[in-house]
Structures are given as C-alpha cells and as structure tokens.
C-alpha cells in the first residue's frame, strides 16, 4: 500500500508592512494514491471513497470531479494544459473527519517511474467558497536540484493578504519516502517575501490502527483548521491589519498601501512560536 499519512507541523510565518507574526502548529495530511482508492475502501473500516466514515474522501470536495473520479478529472485538467499523466498521482490533502473538511489547499502531485517528481497541481480553496487549481509544469518550474514551481497570485486567498503576489512552492517528496516536505513562499512585486508557509511530516501506514492514533492525538482535525483560521483572523483585525472581501470572480484584488484610506493603522509584533496556531492569509 503506497498510501499513507503524515503527521508533522505547519509553520506559517508573516513579515510584511502591516504585521509580522509567526505561528506553528501540529497537523496530519493524508497522502493518497488515486489508483488505490477502491483498494482503500474495500480494506480499511474506518475510512470510505464518496460515503460516510469517521474518515472520508469525497470526489465533489475537488475542482472539476467527474464520473470517471479523481484520476479522471486530474488527468483532463493536465491534458487542457497541454502535459501527459504521470505513472502515479498522489493526493496530499486533509480527510473528512466525521464528514466535515476544509482544505485550503490540497496539492496533486504526480512522480514518474523513479519516483521523481515531474508536476504537480495545487488547488486552492478560500473561506468564502472560491476555489482555484494551479498547474505546475516544466513552464512554472524553476528549480532543478529540489522541485520549485513558480506562478503569479490568480485567486483571492486572504482577506488580510492584499495585491499582486508570486508564489514558489518547493516539494521535497520522492515518492514514497518517510518524509514530506512542502513549502510555499509568497513575495511581492519587487520581490520582497512576505508570507511563508512550510508543512513536513513523517510517514505512517495507512491503516485502520493510524486512523484510529489520528483520531484520538488530533480530534475534529479539520474543524480545528477552520476554527484556528476564524482564531487568528480576529487578530489581525485587532492588530488594525486591513480587511477587505474578495469580488465576485474571486480575483486577487488591489494592493492597499499604508497611506490608503481603507488601511487601518496597524502595529508591528513579533509573536512567540505557539503549537496550534494558523493565520488565514
């Protein structure tokens, strides 16, 4: 069984104009294998493919799903950009726990017969029911030696995280290895990072006992995602960070300067690392 999880940390950090905060806190994803999901399904009871378990993972929490399922729609999507399936795709994603999830992004991400890594796409979610998937290509890659995509910002992801953006994601995942790691950088125009975030984990087996460990070591998981987002976007507000909605296309939006009148004043701290902490932007 090439599936499994990863348990880890997600570290965000923060280093801009308006704040500057830093926050980790302890996490699972899930790492699974398209091809094995009927295999999954049929040997693990406590974890089920479109129908309700204490663990799930459902087609229609994706961009694009079809009848044909995950693999299907993931192999479209890479054919409408003009690149060609992979031996193998893995889905590094957060699993339904008691049939709720919040994914603000899940990364598809296909090896070849080496277990390299040749592409990748990573869908993005907001918390106002957008969603955007980039395709990560030989076009976006810009490293060689560790797997780095670039791409510009395309989709509102932050009500605190405003204007024009580049995002790197850098992979460090051969297939099946006992660790993963997958950071994003985000930077301005000019080049200046401003927001980063970074995930790793080690292996475990998929299985009926690591669900079971999940459960109890972190209970309602992705409730716990959604809450800690709501936790820390009150911060920022209190913190005079700007607020502003996305539009209807869900576009990235203008940058709001200092002087802007829609700017808040806002005050600069340096917070101490926290377990179970993260910020929405």
């Known amino acids: 069984m090439r599936s499994a999880l990863y348990a880890g940390e997600l570290l965000h950090t923060r280093r801009d104009r308006f704040a500057r905060r830093t926050f980790r806190y302890p996490m699972y994803v899930a790492a699974i ?7 999954l399904a049929r040997d693990l009871r406590l974890f089920s493919h479109n129908r309700l378990n204490a663990f799930a993972l459902h087609d229609r929490d994706y961009r694009d799903a079809q009848p044909g399922g995950l693999l299907a729609a993931h192999h479209a999507r890479l054919a409408a950009h003009g690149l060609a399936p992979a031996p193998r795709t893995t889905l590094v994603t957060q699993l339904r726990v008691a049939n709720y999830v919040f994914n603000p992004v899940s990364f598809f991400l296909d090896h070849d017969d080496r277990g390299e890594l040749v592409q ?29 995509y670039r791409v510009a910002k395309e989709f509102f992801v932050s009500p605190f995280l405003h204007g024009p953006a580049t995002y790197d994601f850098a992979f460090a995942t051969p297939a099946q290895s006992d660790r993963l790691a997958i950071t994003m950088h985000v930077k301005d125009p000019a080049g200046e990072p401003i927001f980063h ?17 999940a459960a109890l070591r972190y209970p309602f998981m992705t409730a716990q995602v959604i809450g800690l987002i709501y936790w820390e976007a009150l911060k920022l507000r209190r913190l005079g960070v700007p607020f502003r909605r996305p539009g209807p296309d869900h576009g990235p939006g203008p940058a709001i300067e200092p002087t802007d009148p829609a700017a808040a004043p806002a005050r600069n701290h340096d917070m101490p690392l926290a377990s179970k902490r993260t910020s929405p932007s």
């Open 33 to 39: 294998d398209l091809a094995e999901l009927p295999q």
């Open 197 to 213: 975030a970074h995930l790793t984990g080690e292996r475990r087996a998929l299985s009926d006992r690591t669900l079971a460990w």
């Open 120 to 148: 990748a796409v990573a869908e993005v979610n907001n918390n106002y029911g957008g969603n955007h998937p980039y395709v990560l290509g030989p076009a976006q890659r810009v490293a060689a030696n560790l797997p780095t």
